[in-house]
């Protein structure tokens, strides 16, 4: 059994993922079309203010090379080539993006027993440096992210966090926004059969004083379906609900309320994935 600490930017993602992944308050549809070959294609579309824009995302792999190709609405394309083993533990991605030639980036990932490291370098004369680092075991894991732009000699963004993570709970304390953020997270599986879950994540802006904090849960209605809730300190009420129709396509239904919003106090969203 691996018992190796996860990368940095996993540290908290379980509660945020509680709190925020799925929700959606526009139309949004996704086809995945995927081959024998190694070749997939992805297409998003998402309604916003009476406009339609998307994107198309080509994914082909063969052994431990992948290849990602991603056109979006403005035709702007994304490349990204990633090798998994090129060396023992390490795993590197190299992207770029047309017709911006000054955003070439290389990423190298190293993963070992008692460590996890993500760095970054800009592919440019005065590139954009980052570095993530977490040591630790799988149960509790501790990390730092720095970044560093050479054109101005500048540190851009640096955050600290803890993370423990147990079969039925995970906590984790994040320290961000260059030290003026504390953020506290919180999940556990009230019951692991059903899929019951509750979350919380709590804020605290030291420059303004400010709190703030968002409550949510998942339950699992039947081998199919997922109710999720979400409560926030704004007053700000969301639920929704998601249904696999059939093997891995999937159609979500999102609600929110804001009271502070008299004109149109309801938004409601609705995705549709399929996958053939």
Not at 40 to 46: A, F, Q, S
Not at 69 to 81: A, F, G, R
Not at 212 to 232: E, L, Y
Request: proline letters at 4%; a positive charge; glycine letters at 8%.
């Amino acid at each position: 059994m691996v018992n190796r600490p996860a990368p940095f930017s996993v540290i908290g993602k379980n509660a945020k993922d509680l709190l925020t992944k799925g929700y959606f308050f526009d139309h949004k549809f996704t086809m995945m079309m995927l081959s024998s070959t190694g070749l997939g294609v992805t297409t998003t579309g998402v309604k916003r203010d009476q406009l339609f824009i998307g994107d198309i995302n080509t994914q082909y792999k063969s052994g431990n090379t992948t290849v990602n190709v991603k056109v979006d609405t403005s035709s702007n394309i994304s490349t990204t080539v990633t090798v998994d083993e090129l060396f023992p533990c390490v795993k590197t991605a190299f992207s770029f993006k047309i017709p911006d030639h000054q955003s070439g980036k290389l990423n190298v990932q190293y993963l070992h027993n008692h460590a996890a490291i993500n760095s970054s370098i800009g592919l440019t004369p005065t590139p954009l440096l980052e570095l993530a680092a977490a040591v630790g075991s799988k149960d509790v894991s501790l990390g730092a992210e720095v970044g560093f732009d050479t054109a101005s000699a500048s540190i851009t963004k640096y955050n600290a966090g803890v993370g423990i993570n147990k079969q039925d709970y995970s906590a984790a304390l994040i320290l961000a926004d260059k030290g003026q953020t504390l953020k506290a997270s919180y999940i556990h599986a009230v019951n692991p059969i059903t899929g019951a879950a509750v979350a919380a994540e709590i804020t605290h802006r030291f420059t303004t004083g400010e709190n703030s904090f968002t409550i949510g849960s998942s339950h699992t209605v039947d081998p199919f379906t997922v109710v999720k809730t979400r409560f926030s300190d704004n007053g700000k009420v969301a639920a929704l609900c998601q249904r696999e129709w059939r093997p891995k396509s999937l159609v979500t239904l999102s609600a929110e309320f804001d009271p502070k919003a008299v004109e149109s106090p309801t938004r409601f969203g609705l995705a549709l994935g399929l996958k053939p």
